[in-house]
């Protein structure tokens, strides 16, 4: 199986030559980019992006393996994110948690068998004032109690 | 081949005190290095002169006069009158607990693994450390027994995270093959998906790995270091002539690995996978063990004084009729003696080499670094000698025409001791007819064909001393190790 | 209450100040275009010096200092504004870039001037969506009007600021781990020395400021170095953005002048601590910070030099109120997984430390805690500590387990004792 950017996302790919003096710097952009593309950095990406970069595989996969947003499996449609730092603490998300691991019958890192939800624990996610914080995707939710998240997840499409 | 952390020989030298005692270092040098060859004992594992800094196992803390606090020596450069001390009360207690980070979760294997003896962590706490552990929670457990490649056996367990083998593979071969995936006390070692290295230097990383997470699957459970003996030689495997390090077992009298020993001019700090498996040729089980005689179309053992007397006979043919085929994989002493037995004592010209005077002295590398195209290590030497005795235009070609043509029947073959360099050696002996008694000296059990008439054992390099020259025309010593045949001869006593 | 000086945030209610049309009606760019039309790079340096502004993101660092190591005729060099607001506590930087993120890109000119260097970058880290998405607009705003770009106002400088997205991970927002994201390899930070200002990104000379601090500098241009002093303490002048969490009335993200009473953050603007809660403890400067006792709090005032008289730090201005309804062994228990989860494992003692202290802590949590492991936890905290390591993740975990253990060592010998929680 070929693994290959759309042309749109081949295009972008070339132009971070023009915003970086250094070609190496390319490759988390590349990465960002490649999980946006194909949903997670799957052995067969991270050799293409190795080819692309001109990197070794081991060098691609190093860095792809550093970072938590970058994702070595598939996640589920939503990717849930719990802020379990001090102060989300405080205000209870690890409860929160609990409860989504209940409600969806999963453990933290874990994807519903329908591939729906992905739930990961997260560290301070810049929301402590409006605790307990969290993710799903790219989105913030604030003040999440257990019955807000309830509502969330049937609101989502 | 020099190292990347040090500036140009160039570089005055100046003082410095270390300890007390004055000594002298380049200027602007790295200062570890500067301590380690003064002799000056400064703990370290990320550190080695051939590869990057990397900073980070930070064993080599050492006091210098005038800063705040204790500074890695890996990242210091030397100053003149700079005041080092390594021995404080404040050194030696962040060696203490440096060490103990290093082994809160390193596992306890030292009874099956083969780094025991020579192993980084074993060394350091026998000097500083012999504390009780403090560490009573559960140890960090990562994967073990992941071969990567024909070579090289992975433990992520035991490995320190020192990156001396990342390094290593980008900075020497350049394959960037190793990497230490994930973060914080996750970080394992690895390759890619555990592929297999591909490259020609990957023991190495064996080498320089300093505990038992990259081991050599050759010389796996094999034998425990404290037993072996090591002789300083010089790498058979092609002209290069790399610098190595034998090591043998005296009493068991058997070879057990090769590895490079440190040379500026010729190969650095490393040498090749290739070169390092030469070593088994001297085995036993590789070797022609006596001296063998044709009888009745058999080859059957025999004594030296059979032999003596046989050579004996052989010398009194006319010396027009005797001829003799030279392999480079002699040292220039046995060389030296054999064209001058022959020229001298028996009278012949009739003498020929099998070096190829444009491969002897090409410098291309046909892999990343270090390996040459001429698997002969001493084709300059032989070149020479036989030149000294106006027979240099005399080579195997030369031979072959001869050998249909001229009226020999004697020859004298001193075959080689490293087969891969000939793998198609005496395939072209089908047809001769005129040849009455051949005799091979040599010391590999692949030649010991009825083809011969008389078989002589003699030594392989690890067993003798003297000269091989490489490709640049530089003479190097071999020492002498452990007789591995007991039988076997040298050349000046079989030829005599 | 009496209204305090605001320089960040002055214009921070003010519909649509993301635009910068608006940013401009506001007095937005007047400083910009003030320095670079008719003011000389080293003098820019020595009036910031004089301010004795100090980083905003957590080292308090003099800025002024900072530019000054920077090569003047080194041919290339690059200005890296660190958003990378990982520290637990802390979510004032995300404000500015969301609701004011032209007061940043102005900073950032500023800065770029002063040390001449032609391409900066902003390290955003990867979950603040919304602030990479309006800093891009912004410069998209900037580039059309001819505010970054090529000759900017019409002046002979020019500068071009891309956005670079980080990954997840708190190690890219030390400055050389930061460094080292952007130069394709993981967030690892480097030995020093070489320092980023002589060596840093691509090996050139470097300057990394933290957002707030660079959008502090419009206003020091317009208003002086020694207008600036008269905010704030002699130590530590100006303002501050105060980041104040946990069970308190009034969470929230406020500009203080440094010097401000801890207490009254959290009681008079804080509201005080909800329900029937008492404070226990306070951590005052963002995770890694020291805590202090409640006693300790009621007498604190929030600047460098008074909370480090006390062995604790001002860091990235994060406070994060404790109460009695928390037990400390289980807070520490969540703080020391954060570092060990964030440990880049480079080098030994914070790699295997961090580790180590959250095993001890959870075994004392989970009632299997003994005696030694007291002394223990300090004395693993105190040789992680020190230089012993790379960089400061080593310093910034062991210190809370530190100051946890000592200062509230009773919570900690009740767990071994009892085999329970006191709470």
């Given at each position: 199986m070929n693994i290959q950017f759309s042309p749109n996302a081949l295009k972008e790919f070339k132009s971070f030559d023009t915003l970086y003096d250094n070609p190496k710097s390319k490759l988390l952009p590349t990465l960002h980019l490649a999980q946006k593309e194909f949903g997670y950095l799957s052995p067969e990406v991270i050799e293409y992006v190795a080819t692309l970069t001109e990197l070794s595989p081991a060098k691609v996969k190093e860095v792809a393996s550093f970072y938590t947003m970058l994702h070595k499996k598939p996640v589920g449609k939503y990717h849930i994110q719990i802020c379990t730092n001090i102060s989300c603490t405080m205000m209870k998300s690890r409860e929160l948690f609990s409860h989504l691991k209940k409600k969806l019958k999963i453990e933290a890192g874990e994807t519903t068998q329908d591939k729906k939800f992905t739930l990961s624990t997260a560290e301070c996610l810049g929301g402590c004032d409006k605790a307990p914080t969290l993710r799903i995707n790219d989105t913030y939710y604030y003040q999440v109690t257990p019955e807000k998240m309830e509502q969330l997840l049937k609101e989502l499409p | 081949?020099?190292?990347?952390?040090?500036?140009?020989?160039?570089?005055?030298?100046?003082?410095?005190?270390?300890?007390?005692?004055?000594?002298?270092?380049?200027?602007?040098?790295?200062?570890?290095?500067?301590?380690?060859d003064n002799g000056v004992s400064v703990p370290h594992y990320c550190y080695h002169p051939g590869l990057s800094v990397a900073g980070c196992c930070r064993m080599c803390f050492v006091e210098v006069e005038g800063q705040p606090r204790p500074l890695i020596s890996c990242n210091a450069t030397v100053t003149e009158n700079m005041v080092v001390k390594t021995q404080t009360e404040t050194v030696k207690n962040i060696q203490k607990w440096n060490l103990a980070f290093h082994l809160i979760n390193h596992p306890l294997d030292c009874p099956i693994c083969d780094q025991a003896g020579e192993c980084g962590l074993q060394n350091y706490y026998m000097q500083f450390g012999k504390y009780e552990s403090r560490m009573e929670e559960e140890k960090v457990k990562k994967r073990k027994v992941i071969?990567?490649?024909?070579?090289?056996?992975?433990?992520?367990?035991?490995?320190?995270?020192?990156?001396?083998?990342?390094?290593?593979?980008?900075e020497v071969p350049k394959t960037s093959e190793m990497a230490i995936f994930n973060r914080g006390d996750r970080s394992e070692i690895g390759t890619y998906e555990d592929k297999a290295l591909n490259n020609n230097y990957t023991l190495n990383s064996v080498d320089i790995c300093p505990v038992g997470a990259l081991t050599s699957r050759d010389f796996r459970f094999k034998r425990r270091v404290w037993f072996l003996k090591d002789i300083p030689s010089i790498c058979p495997g092609c002209s290069t002539g790399c610098n190595v390090t034998i090591s043998q077992d005296p009493i068991e009298k058997r070879t057990y690995r090769m590895r490079p020993r440190f040379n500026e001019e010729v190969n650095g700090y490393w040498m090749c996978d290739y070169g390092r498996m030469r070593y088994k040729h001297t085995h036993r089980e590789s070797r022609i063990s006596t001296p063998l005689i044709k009888k009745a179309a058999t080859l059957i053992p025999t004594e030296w004084d059979e032999t003596k007397h046989e050579l004996f006979t052989i010398f009194k043919t006319p010396a027009s009729q005797i001829s003799v085929l030279?392999?480079?994989?002699?040292?220039?002493?046995?060389?030296?003696?054999?064209?001058?037995f022959f020229t001298k004592t028996i009278g012949t010209q009739n003498i020929f080499h099998c070096a190829d005077s444009h491969l002897a002295s090409d410098s291309t590398v046909t892999d990343e670094l270090l390996f040459r195209r001429d698997k002969n290590p001493n084709s300059q030497g032989l070149l020479k000698i036989s030149a000294h005795y106006k027979l240099?235009?005399?080579?195997?070609?030369?031979?072959?025409?001869?050998?249909?043509?001229?009226?020999?029947?004697?020859?004298?073959?001193?075959?080689?001791?490293?087969?891969?360099?000939?793998?198609e050696f005496l395939s072209w002996f089908k047809e001769n007819n005129s040849l009455k008694t051949k005799i091979y000296i040599g010391t590999q059990v692949k030649h010991q064909i009825p083809l011969f008439d008389l078989l002589l054992p003699t030594l392989t390099f690890i067993e003798t001393e003297g000269t091989f020259v490489n490709f640049k025309g530089l003479s190097q010593k071999l020492s002498r190790g452990v007789k591995l045949i007991p039988e076997a001869k040298p050349i000046c006593e079989i030829l005599c | 209450m009496t209204p305090t000086p605001k320089i960040v945030f002055q214009n921070l209610h003010i519909p649509n100040i993301k635009k910068l049309a608006v940013y401009r009606e506001h007095g937005g760019y007047t400083a910009a275009q003030k320095v670079l039309k008719e003011t000389k790079p080293e003098d820019i340096i020595t009036l910031v010096k004089n301010s004795g502004l100090r980083g905003r993101g957590g080292a308090g660092f003099g800025t002024g200092m900072k530019w000054s190591f920077v090569p003047k005729d080194a041919p290339l060099k690059y200005l890296l504004c660190n958003a990378d607001e990982g520290e637990p506590g802390t979510f004032k930087d995300r404000i500015l870039m969301e609701q004011i993120p032209h007061s940043t890109l102005e900073g950032m000119i500023i800065a770029c001037y002063a040390i001449q260097c032609p391409r900066a970058y902003i390290y955003v880290r990867g979950e603040y969506t919304e602030s990479i998405e309006a800093l891009e607009a912004a410069i998209q705003e900037c580039t059309k009007n001819n505010f970054l770009g090529k000759n900017i106002f019409g002046t002979p400088f020019s500068l071009d600021i891309h956005v670079f997205k980080g990954a997840g991970a708190y190690i890219c927002g030390e400055e050389t781990g930061l460094v080292t994201s952007m130069e394709g390899a993981k967030g690892q930070p480097k030995v020093k020395p070489p320092f980023p200002a002589i060596s840093g990104f691509n090996k050139k000379p470097t300057v990394i400021n933290n957002v707030e601090t660079l959008a502090v500098l419009p206003w020091i241009i317009l208003n002086g170095a020694d207008n600036y002093k008269k905010i704030g303490t002699e130590k530590s002048?100006?303002?501050?953005?105060?980041?104040?969490?946990?069970?308190?009335?009034?969470?929230?993200?406020?500009?203080?002048?440094?010097?401000?009473?801890?207490?009254?953050?959290?009681?008079?603007?804080?509201?005080?601590?909800?329900?029937?809660?008492?404070?226990?403890?306070?951590?005052?400067?963002?995770?890694?910070?020291?805590?202090?006792?409640?006693?300790?709090?009621?007498?604190?005032?929030?600047?460098?030099?008074?909370?480090?008289?006390?062995?604790?730090?001002?860091?990235?201005?994060?406070v994060i109120v404790i109460a009695n309804d928390?037990?400390?062994?289980?807070?520490?228990?969540?703080?020391?997984?954060?570092?060990?989860?964030?440990?880049?494992?480079?080098?030994?003692p914070c790699r295997e430390g961090t580790g180590w202290m959250k095993k001890v802590v959870d075994s004392i949590l989970h009632q299997r805690g003994r005696a030694e492991d007291i002394p223990l936890l300090q004395d693993i905290s105190t040789n992680m500590m020190g230089g012993r390591t790379i960089c400061a993740l080593s310093d910034a975990a062991a210190m809370p387990v530190k100051s946890f253990v000592t200062k509230f060592k009773q919570e900690f010998e009740y767990h071994i004792k009892n085999k329970r929680c006191h709470l």
């Open positions: - | 081949m020099t190292s990347h952390s040090e500036p140009k020989a160039k570089n005055p030298m100046v003082k410095i005190t270390a300890d007390g005692k004055v000594i002298e270092a380049p200027k602007g040098g790295n200062l570890l290095k500067a301590l380690l071969p990567i490649g024909d070579h090289v056996m992975l433990d992520t367990e035991r490995c320190i995270l020192c990156s001396r083998c990342v390094r290593f593979f980008d030279i392999t480079p994989q002699y040292t220039s002493e046995d060389i030296t003696h054999i064209y001058d240099q235009e005399q080579n195997l070609s030369l031979f072959q025409q001869k050998l249909k043509s001229d009226p020999w029947t004697i020859l004298f073959i001193f075959g080689p001791h490293d087969l891969e360099a000939y793998p | 002048p100006g303002t501050k953005l105060f980041c104040l969490s946990g069970p308190v009335k009034n969470p929230g993200t406020y500009e203080l002048p440094l010097g401000f009473p801890l207490k009254d953050l959290i009681y008079d603007i804080g509201g005080g601590l909800t329900g029937n809660l008492k404070l226990k403890a306070v951590i005052p400067g963002g995770l890694s910070a020291p805590v202090l006792t409640a006693e300790e709090t009621m007498t604190m005032t929030m600047d460098f030099e008074s909370l480090a008289k006390v062995g604790s730090m001002l860091g990235s201005g994060g928390q037990c400390m062994v289980d807070l520490l228990s969540v703080i020391t997984y954060f570092y060990k989860h964030e440990s880049c494992g480079q080098c030994t």
